[in-house]
Every structure is written in C-alpha cells, then in structure tokens.
C-alpha cells in the first residue's frame, strides 16, 4: 500500500519505519522543519532504543521518505491510506488539545475520495462520529485505531501488538486496516470509532489506576515489618492482576498516562458522567509527587535545624538537594510529564538549592529545562555536599553507583530518597545514610531475622 504517515514524533515515526518494514511504501510527513531536515538526514529525531539502526535499513529499502505536504505528495502519487498521528496534548483545563488533529484533518479530507483516513491520535469518545457528522462521505473511508505503544519497545510493540483494535463504520473501512496490517498477527477487536476511542481512555486509566493502587498501598506499607516489594510479587503473582503497573514511585510520569487520564475526567465531566474511580487515581497520583517533597521537609527539618523542622519549617532554604534522573524512564527521552518537572521547580520553590543529574539529558537542555538549578556532569559532583540525594529514574548507572562512595561525599544527614524504589535495600540499609523508600523495603537480613516492630529500618543513620 502507499501509505502516508502524519507526524513524526514517537507513534508516527516508528510507525513509518515499521510499515515499511512490512512492506508499505511509506512517506512521513512532518511540519517541523528541525525534525524533517533529522529525518532526511537519516537521523532520528526522538530517542527510542533501535529506532537508528531500523531507520537506516528501512531506508535503505527506498520504500521510507519524508516531506512536509501531504497534499503535494498525494498529488504526485495518490496514497492509499493516511494515518492521522499528530500530538493531542493537555490543555491549561485538562481537556485534550485538538489543535493538530483538526488542523491536519481539514487537508487530508480535501483529499477524498481517494485514501482512506486513519486517526491514530487519542481523542476523546465521540471526536470521530463529531467528523463524520459534517463529512458525510467519510463514513466510507475511515477508521479510528488507536495506538497502544510503549515507549522504549514501541518498535516491537508495532511488529507484535498486543491487539489492533478497528473503530470503522463501513467493511471498506475495515478492510483498508487489515491490508495496512496484512501479516501482523495480533487479535483484533472491531468496533465503532467511538468504541475504539474509549478503548484507548479506559485502557489508560486502568494502567493508571494499578500505579496509583500500588502507591496508595506502598502508603500502608509504612511499619517495619512490611515489605511493599513482597506485597506487590504477591499481589502480582495472581495472573489475574499480574506485575505490570504495580511498581510504586512518585507518580506516573510518561507522556500519555496524565494527560489521558485527565482527559477522559474532563470529558465525562462534561457529558455529566460521574468517575469517582478515576478521579481518586488522578488525586493518588498528584499527591504522589509530593511526597519526596514532603520526606525532605520532615527528615532535612530534623537534621538541619536545632530540633524537628527548626530551620526549614517554611521550605527548604539552606538545602542542598542532588536530583538524580530528569527522564521518567531511562529508556525515553520524552520528559513531558516526568515527575522531575514537578519535583525540580517545587524544590527551588521552597528555597533549596538544587543539582540535576541525569546521563541521558545533555547539561544544557538540563539547565533549559530547570532554571535556577545547576546541571551536574556527573553522579558524584550532583552528590558532593549535598544534604540529601532524590532518585526519579533507575539509571543503571545509579543504581549500579558505589553509594559507599557516594555517601561519604554527601552532607549530614545524608538522606537518600528512592522515588523509584530500585536501590538495593540491603545496601542501602548497610550505609551511613538515611534510606527513605516508597514505602518500606526491606534488607533480607530484617526479613529473615524477623525485624523489630519498634524500629524503622528507613530511618536508621
Ligand atoms: N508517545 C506515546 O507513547 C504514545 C503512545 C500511544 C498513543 N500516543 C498518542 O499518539 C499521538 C501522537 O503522540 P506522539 O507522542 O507521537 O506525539 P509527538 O508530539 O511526539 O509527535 C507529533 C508530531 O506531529 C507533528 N505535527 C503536528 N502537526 C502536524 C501537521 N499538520 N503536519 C505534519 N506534522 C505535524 C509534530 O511536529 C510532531 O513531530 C498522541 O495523540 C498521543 O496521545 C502516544
């Protein structure tokens, strides 16, 4: 088929090098003149791991090109199909932004008859039968498919989706998705567009849910006899619940989960539908990123001041704070809703002084990024004289750092916060630091020898 792909962020453009992997003659179309000129460069303008090298052989196949018009290209040589894939971000009231989609939209339907369109892009339950409604003829030729990826195997996750789902109104609809996806085995669910829509919320907030489920238990696993890491492996061992989305932090923090799950709240907000599920998912997690926050506050207060909370019972003024992960995950480097983007600004807000350390973000879109924040070159030069060390991404390379080392550069009282709970406990518990988790972890030793009821590992110096 001769497919064109609009937009060529994370979905579009691993999309486009998949496709034509399967055999599509492919052609990206994308309106940032930085990326596009990356693009025909060969270069990848977003990171996901394998994405170069795939990018260079589907390349090398002549069946992958970029441009900036889809109507120029069309005309040349009409395209079969049009995937829709432009951003859908948050709006200032948590609606998503339509502005892409609708833009976009309105030169790709002077096209018909002839593609037929796919949007791709998540929209909120009713945004396709909303279109259809002012292009009657579009019914024919149209399906919303949403897209599942992950980031950080969104490659795989386009040769080996977990389902595909199709929201069609017509066979002919159906039927140009099953070319588009002729050889991809994966089961199938066919719906309505909005079905389909509302497919992609829910599976959303479900995911959502388990993170904040589990942070909301990590809260209840605050004695010193329960482990939420042993919690969790019980709970998930149950196939019916599983592992997945069951890893408590400091919140969820990739580009689609806070912007999807407020979204599907505002929308059902306005259809008059109540979603107390959802919107207690919603509150678990903004509060979430508050806690390390709310750490420092208590354990800086007690071991900067004179007693509890003396110097810092208004902020943190006078802390030195090392902030180690500006990535929500190592292996994106999509950093639109990281919680080091709440996290960084509140510190600094509070009066500390803050060093950011993150070795898959070069120091300059670091320091771009946090203003009034320093942006270290390395792991030990964030920790030296530091007050306390906040973990927001399981860097390797933090968490295979020798912390032995790097506890004696920090300053008393040492605190080391784990936002993602990926240091080892027995570790940490070993050193002279203060090891604060989400939720308590922890050593063997503890579990074997049966801890005390009275003493809090976390908090032993
Ligand atoms: N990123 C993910 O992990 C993921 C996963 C599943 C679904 N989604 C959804 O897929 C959609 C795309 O997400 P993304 O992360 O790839 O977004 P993105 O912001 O990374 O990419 C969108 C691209 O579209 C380009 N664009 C916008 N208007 C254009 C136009 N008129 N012509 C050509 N190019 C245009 C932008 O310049 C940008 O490069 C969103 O709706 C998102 O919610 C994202």
């Known amino acids: 088929m001769r497919v064109a792909v609009i937009g060529q962020g994370y979905v579009g453009l691993t999309g486009a090098v998949a496709l034509t992997h399967q055999g599509h003659q492919v052609t990206g179309i994308e309106q940032d003149p930085d990326r596009l000129r990356a693009l025909r460069e060969g270069r990848a303008p977003v990171f996901e791991?394998?994405?170069?090298?795939?990018?260079?052989?589907?390349?090398?196949?002549?069946?992958?090109?970029?441009?900036?018009?889809?109507?120029?290209?069309?005309?040349?040589?009409?395209?079969?199909?049009?995937?829709?894939?432009?951003?859908?971000?948050?709006?200032?009231d948590g609606s998503a932004d339509l502005t892409q989609v609708d833009a976009v939209l309105e030169e790709v339907l002077r096209l018909l008859p002839a593609p037929c369109v796919v949007l791709k892009s998540t929209v909120p339950p009713g945004t396709s039968a909303m279109l259809a409604e002012t292009h009657p003829g579009l019914r024919e030729r149209f399906a919303y498919n949403p897209e599942f990826l992950n980031q950080g195997s969104a490659l795989e996750d386009w040769a080996v989706p977990a389902r595909i789902v199709a929201g069609t109104w017509s066979e002919s609809g159906l039927e140009a998705l099953r070319e588009l996806y002729a050889g991809v085995?994966?089961?199938?669910?066919?719906?309505?567009?909005?079905?389909?829509?509302?497919?992609?919320?829910?599976?959303?907030?479900?995911?959502?849910?388990?993170?904040?489920?589990?942070?909301?238990?990590?809260?209840?696993?605050?004695?010193?006899?329960?482990?939420?890491?042993?919690?969790?492996?019980?709970?998930?061992?149950?196939?019916?619940?599983?592992?997945?989305?069951l890893q408590p932090g400091l919140g969820y923090g990739d580009s689609c989960l806070p912007k999807d799950t407020n979204a599907l709240a505002h929308w059902a907000g306005t259809e008059g539908l109540a979603t107390p599920l959802l919107r207690a998912t919603i509150a678990v997690n903004d509060a979430q990123a508050g806690l390390a926050i709310q750490i420092?506050?208590?354990?800086?207060?007690?071991?900067?001041?004179?007693?509890?909370?003396?110097?810092?019972?208004?902020?943190?003024?006078?802390?030195?704070?090392?902030?180690?992960?500006?990535?929500?995950?190592?292996?994106?480097?999509?950093?639109?809703?990281?919680?080091?983007?709440?996290?960084?600004?509140?510190?600094?807000?509070?009066?500390?002084r803050v060093r950011v350390w993150d070795p898959g973000t070069d120091t300059g879109t670091t320091a771009g990024l946090f203003p009034g924040a320093r942006a270290a070159a390395s792991l030990p030069d964030a920790v030296e004289g530091a007050h306390a060390a906040v973990v927001l991404t399981e860097w390797p390379q933090a968490i295979e750092a020798d912390?032995?080392?790097?506890?004696?550069?920090?300053?008393?009282?040492?605190?080391?916060?784990?936002?993602?709970?990926?240091?080892?406990?027995?570790?940490?518990?070993?050193?002279?630091?203060?090891?604060?988790?989400?939720?308590?972890?922890?050593?063997?030793?503890?579990?074997?020898?049966?801890?005390?009821r009275r003493a809090d590992p976390r908090m032993e110096a």
Not at 49 to 61: F, H, I, K, N, S
Not at 316 to 328: M, P
């Open 403 to 452: 912390w032995r080392g790097l506890a004696a550069l920090l300053d008393e009282p040492r605190l080391v916060i784990d936002g993602k709970n990926c240091l080892s406990p027995e570790q940490m518990h070993d050193l002279p630091v203060r090891y604060r988790s989400v939720g308590t972890r922890l050593p063997p030793s503890a579990v074997h020898s049966g801890a005390s």
């Open 296 to 352: 420092l506050r208590t354990e800086l207060g007690a071991g900067l001041g004179d007693g509890p909370g003396d110097d810092l019972a208004d902020g943190l003024a006078d802390a030195e704070i090392a902030v180690l992960g500006v990535r929500y995950e190592p292996w994106s480097d999509d950093l639109r809703a990281a919680p080091s983007r709440t996290v960084v600004p509140a510190l600094l807000g509070q009066g500390a």
């Open 185 to 245: 085995s994966a089961p199938w669910v066919a719906t309505t567009p909005s079905g389909a829509e509302m497919i992609k919320y829910a599976s959303n907030a479900f995911l959502a849910t388990k993170i904040s489920f589990a942070n909301e238990v990590a809260g209840m696993c605050c004695g010193p006899d329960i482990d939420i890491d042993h919690v969790m492996q019980g709970v998930g061992f149950d196939p019916r619940i599983g592992h997945a989305f």
């Open 49 to 92: 791991p394998g994405l170069p090298e795939q990018l260079t052989a589907a390349g090398a196949t002549g069946r992958l090109r970029f441009t900036d018009s889809v109507t120029e290209s069309h005309r040349r040589t009409p395209f079969d199909i049009v995937l829709v894939t432009v951003g859908t971000p948050p709006s200032a």
